[in-house]
């Protein structure tokens, strides 16, 4: 496993991220605790230290089965980032949402659960429309203050409140947001319109959730199995089905499996990105593990991204007409290095 910076930090953290939201048996499916802490073994032996959980997630079981592995393992190994924003509760109007009061109480619960004293990464879940982003930052500012928790992130947030978010950080002397949880996969490419531009400003690295489309670009549902997918799913359809196929022609001809050519196309998209895979089953992680060791040509790349292209709309096709590049750039459009 190699290992990239988080952001613009000094923080380590290995190219694939174990996702463990699947960790516990809640609802009907998952990972017990023990496959759960064979995942973590596997992850962990093969170089992995970077693990994304929630305060919501399996109704607070996954962080308590990871607070169970890391208490009898290396802590200061693993980089344990969790989110704050989803209900844990219906009878309290501030156990949900972005505001500060959630913020500390939720943090509280999950070190419980973590059985840690500091959480390395904070997410904000989900934006909620309400809150101010400067409460969040401040909110944020102070628990690392405090040493609860190191550093900040945003997940599922509009780019221009991540934006002003950091721009108000910076001035203010606050902690920036260093990293970015977003859907992104060869099915999912909006997020390219304006959030990861604005990341890429910003250092921030992507971590993008649902990589493989929820199993999409593995071929599975052309293969037969539907699972627990709704058949009206952007999943199922006619643009699916070809992008997938693509994956699935370019995994034959390297002789790898359709997962690995769909992560490794995230990892080379020209910004800091680092996939969060997840797994109920150790067989599941290894094959997704050796993701790293797959090489994806020119030729391969222009044909997924050929496949799987989206219209930016204005501004972003707008700025990329022939003569919007003419008149802006004088002719020298091909001459001029970008950041």
């Not at 290992?3 to 499916?29: D, N």
């Not at 539907?226 to 034959?252: C, D, F, H, Y």
Request: some cysteine; glycine content about 8%.
């Amino acid at each position: 496993m190699k290992y990239k910076l988080l952001g613009r930090s000094g923080l380590k953290v290995s190219e694939l991220c174990l996702g463990t939201m699947g960790f516990g048996t809640e609802a009907g499916w998952g990972a017990d605790a023990d496959t759960s802490f064979k995942i973590m073994d596997a992850y962990a032996e093969a170089g992995g230290n970077f693990l994304d959980t929630a305060n919501i997630y399996k109704s607070g079981t996954s962080e308590k089965i990871i607070g169970d592995y890391i208490s009898n393992h290396d802590r200061d190994y693993f980089v344990v980032a969790s989110k704050y924003t989803l209900k844990d509760n219906t009878t309290n109007p501030n156990a949900s949402g972005n505001n500060r009061k959630n913020m500390m109480r939720s943090v509280e619960e999950s070190l419980k659960r973590l059985k840690t004293d500091f959480l390395d990464v904070l997410y904000l879940h989900i934006w909620d429309d309400l809150t101010p982003i400067d409460e969040v930052l401040r909110g944020m500012d102070d628990l690392i203050s405090q040493g609860k928790i190191t550093y900040a992130a945003i997940s599922d947030t509009p780019a221009w409140v991540v934006a002003k978010g950091n721009i108000l950080a910076e001035l203010m002397g606050w902690s920036q947001f260093i990293a970015l949880q977003v859907e992104y996969s060869l099915l999912a490419r909006t997020a390219e319109r304006e959030l990861i531009p604005m990341a890429k400003h910003f250092g921030m690295t992507v971590t993008p959730w649902a990589p493989l489309a929820g199993g999409a670009l593995t071929g599975k549902y052309l293969k037969g199995d539907k699972g627990r997918i709704k058949p009206e799913s952007n999943r199922l359809n006619e643009r699916a089905e070809k992008i997938t196929r693509v994956v699935m022609e370019i995994a034959q001809e390297l002789g790898v499996s359709e997962s690995h050519v769909a992560l490794q196309w995230t990892m080379i998209k020209g910004f800091s990105c680092i996939p969060i895979v997840g797994a109920t089953k150790v067989d599941q992680l290894k094959d997704n593990l050796k993701t790293a060791d797959v090489t994806l040509t020119g030729d391969h790349i222009q044909k997924l991204d050929e496949a799987s292209k989206i219209e930016l709309g204005f501004p972003g096709d707008f700025f990329n007409e022939e003569a919007v590049k003419t008149n802006s750039f004088g002719g020298f459009y091909d001459k001029v290095k970008k950041r």
